[in-house]
Every structure is written in C-alpha cells, then in structure tokens.
C-alpha cells in the first residue's frame, strides 16, 4: 500500500459526460501528479498541483482540468468525454523537492 | 527533449534464473534519477528501485540490482533467482528535478515468467 488513495476505483459513463476522479496524497506529500494509461500504453503525465498551485501541465487536453485543495487532496475533472479517453487514470504524490512519486491504486474509466 | 527507450517489448524467463531488462535514455542533464517500476495484473504501479545519476554505485534491493552506466545513459535492471510474483510489465523512468518535475517513462517490457 502506497499510502495514496483514489477513487472510484472503477467508474463507467457514455460520451459527452463529465466525470471526477479523486485522489488523496500520502500524509505529509505536498505534490501530486496524473497520468494516463491507455491500454497497453506507458504512462502519460498529465498535470502536477504543488502546495495548491499548478507546477507542470504535461499532455492534458482542453476537455480536462484539475485543482488541488487546501488540504491537498486533488480532482481531475473531465468533461465532454469521448471513446477515447477511457484508460487507467493514475494519481502519485511526492513530498515536494522530493524525486520519488508513490502511486495510487488508479481509476479505470470506461466511456461507452 | 528526454526520452527513455525500453528496447524489449516482451521476455521470458525460467523460474529461479537471472534475467536484465534494458533502457536507454537521453538527456542533457547531468543531475537526474532513474526508476524502475513494476505493474503487475493489477496494474498497480510499485516502485522496485531508484538510482541516482550522482551515486556510482548500483542500486541493490534484495533480488533487484542496476547496472548504471551513466556514459552510456544505461540502465538496466536485473532480477535474480525470478519469481512467479516477478511477472508484470516494468516501466524504466527517468526523473529530473530541472525539468518541469515529471517522471518520464519507457513503453515498458512485459515480463513473463515461466515454470
């Protein structure tokens, strides 16, 4: 157990819906990353959040955003959804100035 | 730009035998580090071992080492005595704090592992 939670673990929805996904940093990180995993894929970074603020935008669509709050937990938002967009979702978090990312179990989205 | 390269989509290995999965990399960097990470059928990504480009030496833990080649921008990870539970794809990544704080990642190796 890498000490971040997301959820939901699974989540299934048509297209041009908008979905939330959620993830809790381990205790005491202070940055969290996405990244997408389509099928078969590597790992694509997505956004990372220090402290609340946005610190890296890697290969994030228009359709999709995130935040991090004051109490660090992040959400990426994505909207207007297409087949495409169905992969594994991934949250990571580092203590911030810290290399090491530990990731979160991921979400599976299925777009229908 | 950084690039990690996996050159080896699929292996196969006899249990209890040795086996080194390679990556490559680029980068003008000098202070950076490298990961290895494992995604088994869970598809949980667990981080097996880290290597930072200043240390010369290799990175050990228990059945995992690397062989880091900082000239040559490789390294690679070999795993010893394998285990059914070693069987996963193994992403190779490469870290540098200069530069926009992401992990970049190889297309990674699938492992299987054979009895």
């Not at chain 1, 495409?84 to 290399?99: I, P, R, T």
Request: overall charge negative; some cysteine.
């Amino acid at each position: 157990d890498s000490g971040v939670t997301q959820t939901p673990k699974h989540l299934i929805t048509a297209t041009g819906q908008r979905v939330t996904l959620r993830c809790s940093p381990r205790s005491g990180d202070l940055s969290v990353y996405w990244y997408q995993q389509s099928l078969d894929q590597g790992l694509q970074f997505l956004i990372q959040y220090y402290n609340g603020e946005e610190r890296a935008k890697g290969n994030i669509l228009e359709r999709f955003s995130a935040q991090q709050f004051p109490d660090l937990h992040s959400e990426l938002n994505l909207s207007s959804l297409e087949l495409g967009d169905s992969a594994l979702y991934f949250c990571a978090s580092s203590s911030g100035g810290q290399e090491t990312q530990y990731f979160g179990p991921g979400t599976r989205l299925l777009v229908l | 730009a950084q690039t990690v390269t996996q050159s080896q989509p699929e292996m196969s290995v006899q249990e209890a035998e040795t086996v080194t999965l390679s990556c490559t990399y680029d980068t003008s960097e000098s202070d950076y580090y490298l990961f290895w990470y494992k995604q088994p059928p869970s598809r949980q990504m667990i981080l097996v071992i880290r290597q930072e480009a200043y240390k010369q030496q290799n990175a050990t833990e228990n059945r995992f080492s690397v062989n880091f080649q900082k000239a040559a921008k490789s390294f690679s990870l070999k795993i010893s005595d394998s285990q059914l539970g070693d069987a996963a794809m193994y992403f190779c990544a490469y870290y540098s704090m200069n530069r926009d704080d992401k992990i970049i990642f190889g297309k990674g190796t699938r492992l299987h592992i054979l009895p």
